[in-house]
């Protein structure tokens, strides 16, 4: 074969093309690597991306994360990790992402910096100069605000916003021709909800004026980050102009009574009455997607939207029944309730996760306790741990947002004549022996509410009193009570009594925006 | 005895992960030899090489075979008188660059997006920078396997008067379909066959079918033994060398590279699956050794280096190996030393 042999012959020559280019260009890429080795490392790494760059966080937020472009050596970049203000918390490492979880919730109204102004990378030698890019970001906590029902003059009846991060003046965010009767807001405080009768209208003996439900707009649009724990969650946000109102539930033909929020803001659960015919009583639902439904169930009293946002716990009866608010559930038949509590008349507040509720024992079966309500807490575990006794009457509960420390509004009955009570706010640390801590006295006979900031720092109480118990003649005081005197305290969930601040607003049912 | 376990194990995943993968591309080529008219591609590939290597490296987005399945299709394409360029082209960047691999890095590096981008458009750069400098040789039979080599087309027909009037064609070695309107060679390349007759015998579309099936079943007997040994290779010197001696070489940023491709040489994945192996790394590695490692590993590994050297010669296989790892080396160290993303 001639083809063979000439193909031997040009081999042996290496004559050929493409050995030629071949080799020319491995002899050019050998070259040519010695001198990118020689010439060095010339790009240091850096932090590509933090999760709260430029946002907004909330209490709701534990952790954010920096992702390096390299690998990193982690005792450099721990080291050089700066958060200003102090903001304590534990790092820990996923590959290239560093997260650092927060001790404590964030406290509100504050502008933090986080750098690292000098670190290693994993491949980098001890002696070597440091090649990182420095890194500086930004976030801010959501402000602390507070929204109320305004009592005295031109603010009486209407919705009222005090930003004390922004150190305004309190506005009012609902025109005075509605009188306000209660209000909710929404999770991020874009908005709130709030049902209102009109202050204008007829002669109430011809046609008793019926509560309608809005949503006001507070003007706040906190920018939230994304979630890392919970990416599925989505919360309702339509920030709008401060004072913007968006119709809800009207009335036709129902008395809308209580109302409920869902902590996703997604759904509402309202109390209705038909006012033609008052056997017509129950919940109804309402969602962002579908018209208001009513809840198929056994008509009830107090009720409450468990923090799933997915089941409603409602006082049936001589307990307390979790009912699912699932229209799949109710569509074909009645809901029924999944679980029932029979000994609890009233729920109070229910632990972020889920796991535990603080309750309500009348003790109805119990005839030497019969005049004593006991504060319990009760885990889904079906666990029951006694709080509190009180002789007077327990007003209200309300978790911390750790779920560390149960904050109790309740009453004494003072050993007088007339029957008075007298009521006091108490902190329980939830250990395993909890013992009540009273941090604040009340005169008698004083009308209090009482609403635990998001971040857990402070109570904003209101004080209602009237000198000859006529309700027209009440003058309602507003009261910051600091929770924690020192950090330490705060870290390590140990309640104290601290000295009460008076504010100079008035008004109703102060709440914190979330 | 634990260790030819390993071995077996090692062995069995590597031919079970790669079947399938061969068995596609010895679909391709056949359906390429028998029902794609050559002259209409060689007048549809562009003449200009340079033109040629970068469509051959987007072949793959046609073609989505991983390493084992481009050398039958590569190997057919040369058969079928492409331009080398084209097929070389092919070869490198096919099993890089194709929607399957795209979608899996994708997923895999969804924190780095950058990643996907940067291991393609390093693919086509190589692809077309070793393409280019094989398609300097006109006449390709020198590094080509005789067998393989004989079918091709002199570019200088001068010399060579070879296959016209070379006598009876049954007289020569290959397969040959009996078919009514005659015998059809069916290892012939299509050019000789032009060169003597003006036209294709008209086929039926049974005896299409049947010819595919045939040509499928005798490159997938072929190279599936060539695959059996190509993974038993690989499987040997894995347990001979554990990957985390492997990996201990690679703690500064050179090293790592080099580790990282010495270890996609070695464990020889498929590139559909080879992002998720490599993300394992990533918390070690800079991302400029995961690239190399996702370049280099489906270009060249342990277990195809067998198969090219079916239609290649040990020369120019050395040529693809080194060429390719010094580019990647080359590419990826300017990455790790001059970008941070």
Sequence with gaps: MSFDR???????????????????????????????????????????????????????????????TRPMDPDSVEANLQITPDLPGRISWAGRRLAYTLDAPIPYGESYAVTVPEARDR?????????????????????????????????????????????????????????????????????????????????????????????????LAPLPPEDTVNSDRTVSFAPGEMGAVTPILGSNGYQNLAFDLSPDGQTIVVQRVNQANPADFGPWVITEDNAPRPLDTEPGGEFLIGPDSASLLMLQGQGTAVIPLDPDASATATAEP???LPEFGR??????????????????????????????????????????DATGSIISAEFDPTDRILYVLASDLLPSEEYQEQPFLAAIALTDEPQPLRLLNFPPQARVSMDVSPDGLAAILAVALSPDDNPANERVQTVLLPLFQTTEQRLAGVPTVTEPNILSLAGQQPTWLP | MSQLNQGLTLFLSLLVEATPFL??????????????????????????????????????????????????????????????????????AAPTVNPIVFWA????????????????????LISVTIACVFSVQKDMRPFLQPAIARYLPNPDPKPEPALVG??????????????????????????????????????????????????????????????????????????????????????????SILAMMLLAWVVSICSTVDSFFALSFSSLFTSGSILAFLVFGPMIDLKNISLLLTTFKGRAVMYLFVLAAQLTFVLTLAVNSYTSW
């Design chain 1, 6 to 68: 000439t193909a031997r012959r040009t081999y042996r020559r290496w004559r050929l093309p493409l050995d030629r280019v071949a080799l020319a260009l491995m002899a050019g890429l050998l070259v040519l690597a010695a001198l990118l080795v020689l010439l060095g490392d010339h790009a240091g790494a850096r932090v590509q991306q933090f999760s709260w760059q430029e946002r907004s966080v909330g209490a709701e937020n534990v952790a954010f994360t920096l992702t390096f």
């Design chain 1, 123 to 219: 491949f980098a030698d001890a002696d070597d100069e440091m090649q990182f890019e420095p890194f500086e970001g930004n976030f801010q906590s959501r402000d602390r605000a507070i929204a109320y029902i305004g009592s005295e003059g031109a603010e009486a009846g209407r919705l009222m916003l005090s930003n004390f991060s922004q150190e305004a003046a309190a506005v009012p965010l609902t025109s005075p021709d509605w009188q306000v009767l209660d209000f909710e807001p929404y999770p991020l405080g874009d908005r709130l909800l709030f049902s209102a009768i009109s202050a204008i209208e007829g002669d109430p003996a011809t046609a008793p004026p019926a509560a309608e439900l809005y949503a006001v707009a507070t003007g």
């Design chain 1, 338 to 340: 999944l679980d029932f």
């Design chain 1, 347 to 388: 729920v109070f507040d229910i632990t972020s996760d889920g796991t535990a509720a603080a309750m309500v024992n009348f003790n109805q079966n119990d005839p030497e306790r019969r005049f004593v309500e006991t504060l319990v807490l009760v885990t889904s575990q079906g666990e029951e741990t006694e709080l509190l």
């Design chain 2, 23 to 92: 068995l596609l591309g010895v679909a391709f080529s056949s359906l390429l030899a028998v029902l794609v008219d050559e002259r209409k591609l060689i007048a549809y590939t562009p003449k200009n090489p340079v033109l040629a290597a970068i469509s051959g490296s987007l072949f793959g987005c046609l073609f989505p075979v991983c390493e084992c399945g481009n050398v039958p299709v590569a190997r057919r394409l040369l058969m079928q008188g492409a331009p080398s360029a084209l097929a070389i082209g092919f070869l490198l």
């Design chain 2, 105 to 124: 890095t994708w997923v895999a590096f969804r924190d780095q997006p950058a990643m996907v981008f940067w291991r393609v458009g390093l693919t086509i």
């Design chain 2, 166 to 255: 070379s006598g009876s064609s049954l007289l020569s070695g290959g397969d040959f379909l009996l078919q009514s309107t005659g015998t059809l060679k069916l290892d012939q390349p299509m050019m000789a066959t032009l060169g003597a007759t003006t036209a294709l015998p008209q086929q039926s579309w049974h005896d299409k079918a049947q010819a595919v099936l045939e040509m499928m079943l005798q490159e997938f007997r072929e190279l599936g033994a060539v695959l059996v040994f190509g993974s038993a290779i690989a499987a040997t010197v894995q347990v001979a060398i554990p990957r985390e001696w492997i990996l201990a070489l690679g703690q500064g940023p050179i090293t």
